[in-house]
């Protein structure tokens, strides 16, 4: 009797659900991180054998799952149900790996952006020529991107003239944004300018309103403790500067008007993930960045290199240069993933912590003098950024 039954199960196992002659889909590793798949059949949504194919999204991952046709193509009731195989996932070890997943992409975005901010302070604090140093920022992108692509650790995006004459008013805005936040980093604490750049979607829903589009109350109720909150920081800050302010506000449009037109412009490009828009538009804003670099002050280099190396020394001026470099990468990079995989509203969220993080890690490191009513302000600030996030998302659902 039992050899009977072994001899069914066996025989039943044995039959195949689809044919793989017709169906022959794998998972390209390389698309991991963007949860995306490469199928060589056009029967992927088709029913075979009483069954159908369809994309699960849980938690940020993605797998395809085998479930029943609604109308079974006939099948009896009595037909008797696949056991589960020792594959399967167990439902708690199934939930634990997105969590860890996910706080695995918060902890390297904030840990690289706290090291960049660091860092980049610390090689401008001895070395003041921010526009070199923004320029050699995107140079460690644009070769760690070709490092990526050359050893075939990230498929290298098509790119069309179409593609990159779309890529030039984002990237022409990208450079902006990061120059101006690097001056403003130059002359101003870095926790002043973080707050000055929370106020970015103040900006966001102002100039999208000139072309355009329209918000809720909520969203502009939102707005009210961002301005107050920046107001308040900035004439209660110890180390105020114009420079500084006017850097942070300049980067805030120009990164507010680069998500504009990557919106108009690139919507056609979905093919391309995330960190290859990225890395192509770095490598855009480094031929937009270094020319302009030389022409505003390109003749106080030597003199400045110089005066840096006599201060710190040799090694150490390269390593706190080659360290904000690659770290403002990494932070971009890192932040492009968690977006692939989190939902834009739990991103929005661990973006504004994100401030709270690097503006505390920067406060601890050098030391900068915080008054009550500047801390009260940053704190209204970075509350009011996290309001408008809660308000966009609301207004988002409703739409949908």
Request: a positive charge; one cysteine or more; hydrophobic letters at 45%.
């Amino acid at each position: 009797m039992a050899s009977a039954q072994l001899l069914h199960i066996s025989s039943t196992i044995s039959k195949p659900l689809y044919s793989t002659a017709h169906c022959n889909c794998i998972r390209n590793p390389i698309k991991h991180l963007v949860g995306s798949y490469s199928c060589n059949s056009s029967l992927v949504s088709s029913k075979l054998h009483g069954f159908q194919f369809s994309p699960l999204h849980a938690h940020g991952s993605s797998r395809f799952t085998v479930s029943r046709a609604a109308a079974n193509n006939g099948a009896s009731a009595d037909s008797p149900k696949p056991e589960p195989t020792s594959t399967e996932i167990p439902k708690e070890t199934d939930k634990k790996l997105p969590t860890l997943k996910l706080g695995t992409y918060f902890g390297l975005w904030y840990f690289h952006n706290v090291i960049f901010n660091i860092y980049n302070k610390k090689a401008l604090n001895v070395f003041p020529y921010p526009w070199l140093l923004a320029s050699f920022q995107l140079f460690c992108g644009a070769i760690w991107m070709f490092g990526l692509w050359g050893f075939k650790l990230q498929p290298f995006p098509s790119v069309t003239k179409e593609f990159l004459i779309a890529l030039l008013g984002p990237a022409l805005f990208h450079a902006i944004g990061h120059i101006s936040a690097c001056v403003s980093f130059s002359k101003v604490a870095v926790s002043f300018t973080h707050v000055i750049k929370s106020a970015e979607p103040a900006f966001s829903v102002m100039f999208s309103s000139f072309l355009g589009e329209s918000y809720p109350i909520l969203v502009w109720l939102s707005i009210v403790p961002i301005v107050f909150g920046c107001s308040l920081a900035a004439v209660t800050e110890a180390t105020f500067n114009f420079g500084g302010l006017w850097g942070a506000m300049i980067s805030n449009v120009g990164f507010v008007f680069r998500n504009i037109y990557s919106k108009k412009s690139l919507k056609k490009f979905k093919e391309i993930d995330g960190l290859n828009l990225y890395g192509c538009i770095t490598i855009l804003s480094l031929l937009y960045l270094f020319p302009a670099s030389i022409v505003v002050e390109g003749s106080q280099w030597v003199a400045g290199y110089q005066k840096a190396i006599a201060t710190i020394g040799n090694s150490t001026f390269y390593i706190w240069v080659i360290i904000s470099g690659i770290f403002y990468h990494l932070y971009n990079q890192s932040s492009y993933q968690a977006l692939d995989e989190i939902s834009p509203l739990t991103f929005s969220v661990g973006n504004t912590m994100k401030r709270v993080v690097v503006i505390v890690a920067t406060v601890l490191v050098f030391r900068n003098p915080i008054k009550p009513l500047n801390a009260l302000g940053s704190a209204i600030a970075i509350l009011g950024t996290f309001l408008y996030s809660q308000a966009t998302e609301k207004s988002k659902a409703k739409a949908s």
